[in-house]
């Protein structure tokens, strides 16, 4: 399976616009506000700004609370706007050349979604059973209630029955419709709860209509590679490298961010995984880390490395929150912002311009979709690599310490990012103290910059 070809530029700048826009947590028909959705336009340039090439949608779709317990998935959720607003929302993001990920929730589906409704109306006999893993109990008939798989335990979340040709018929209805409405692709949330036999016959059907579009499924375990394979996606989340970034920052330990690039090296031979630092469940980058000095070393990783990097809408302005287990647990690390980018906090403009070069830098850049990563100097506190894909080559030097560093970087004659002092004559560079740097050639020298 070959991604569609403008996957190797893209960057997304991932929303949750239930928390952004500041709606009701639950639903309800007469929203205090009806047209959210389009308070995201005036966002538009700024991911632009901030060099960003895609706009990654949460859930959009009616539900019943967080957005993840859809009831109507041909409808837009009321304290969100309408069909229209969705519209106007992808039309502005293609008239400024970002693309547009819309998230599927197609493992489970709210209570109140139609069909489920429908088996508690009808009982045994409703023709919507099919749909769902029931049980019922002896005697059923119509207004008793089956016992049902649910999402790990969520009972509020029905587990859709995946061998069920009326469920695949379903989904792929409703993905064709969002992309000939202008979508450019799909996060398939949970998608490891999911057969893989189920996707890939639903993307299989999907591509022959919509041939350019891209699927990106939700994974935190299992053979990632052989996942994509047999679904037909184009990536899944790439868990095991968030963990490895943050923990090894914090533990002065970048043995386990060195494994981690092992893996992800193998995982770029199958395809290019979704990288990030951050996303809308987990603790913000800026919460997880111990130490406010190295948030930008998690950064420099972030953008530096083989994938398709996804940047959680407030990390690129230093944003803090923590996620907790408990209900509302989600609400900190999901914000409100504010109604213009004007009115954001002068305190996170240098994250912000962090973001920028560093984002520039891979721009100018395209070929690090796909490049592999080799360790070249490694101790607990002190990690040199080079990132390549044939003849591009760049070197990435991060020092923990609190002493000056020097450390090998091969064919460096240009920091490109970051603070370093280059010794070209021994292919070396000192790193100030808890410092990092990203190196290259000289720019005449770099053919693709």
Excluded: C
């Excluded at 639950?26 to 700024?46: F, G, I, N, Q, S």
């Excluded at 350019?212 to 590679?225: L, N, R, S, T």
């Amino acid at each position: 399976m070959k991604e569609p070809d403008w996957v190797e530029h893209a960057i997304w700048w991932q929303v949750f616009p239930l928390g952004f826009t500041g709606a009701e947590k639950t639903a309800t028909a007469e929203p205090a506000e009806p047209h959210r959705l389009l308070d995201l336009v005036p966002w538009l340039d700024y991911v632009v700004e901030l060099g960003a090439s895609g706009l990654a949608l949460g859930p959009i779709f009616a539900s019943e609370t967080h957005g993840y317990d859809t009831t109507d998935y041909f409808r837009v959720d009321p304290r969100l706007g309408t069909e229209e607003d969705v519209d106007t929302l992808i039309a502005e993001a293609h008239r400024r050349g970002l693309t547009v990920l819309l998230d599927g929730v197609f493992n489970h589906v709210g209570r109140s979604f139609g069909p489920f409704q429908e088996v508690l109306a009808h009982g045994p006999a409703a023709d919507a059973g099919a749909w769902f893993s029931l049980q019922w109990p002896e005697g059923a008939g119509p207004g008793d209630e089956p016992e049902y798989r649910d999402f790990e335990g969520h009972h509020h979340l029905v587990a859709l029955r995946h061998d069920e040709p009326a469920v695949a018929d379903f989904v792929v209805e409703v993905m064709e419709h969002w992309l000939a409405r202008g979508a450019d692709g799909w996060r398939l949330d949970a998608a490891y709860a999911v057969p893989s036999s189920f996707w890939g016959e639903v993307t299989a059907r999907v591509r022959r209509s919509h041939p350019d579009a891209y699927f990106v499924g939700e994974y935190i375990h299992g053979d990632y590679a052989a996942e994509v394979e047999a679904g037909g996606l184009d990536s899944t989340t790439q868990y095991e490298l968030w963990k490895a970034v943050w923990s090894s920052l914090n533990d002065a330990n970048f043995y386990e961010l060195a494994s981690a690039f092992e893996r992800h090296n193998a995982l770029l031979a199958a395809y290019a995984p979704l990288t990030f630092i951050g996303n809308h469940d987990v603790t913000r980058i800026a919460s997880r880390l111990t130490h406010a000095a190295l948030l930008p070393h998690a950064v420099v990783v972030l953008l530096t490395v083989g994938g398709t990097p996804s940047i959680y809408y407030g990390d690129e302005q230093g944003y803090r929150g923590v996620k907790e287990e408990r209900e509302g647990g989600d609400d900190e690390i999901r914000p409100v912002f504010p109604p213009s980018p004007d009115d954001l906090s002068p305190l996170g403009r240098p994250v912000f311009a962090l973001h920028r070069e560093l984002i520039g830098i891979r721009r100018r850049h395209s070929w690090l979709h796909r490049a592999t990563t080799e360790v070249l100097q490694l101790t607990n506190e002190v990690l040199a690599y080079r990132v390549a894909s044939g003849d591009d080559a760049l070197v990435v030097a991060l020092n923990l310490s609190h002493e000056p560093q020097q450390v090998t970087a091969p064919g460096a004659r240009e920091v490109l990012a970051g603070e370093a002092t280059i010794d070209s004559d021994a292919d070396s560079a000192e790193i100030p103290a808890r410092e990092w740097a990203v190196l290259g050639p000289r720019s005449d020298e770099d053919a693709s910059a």
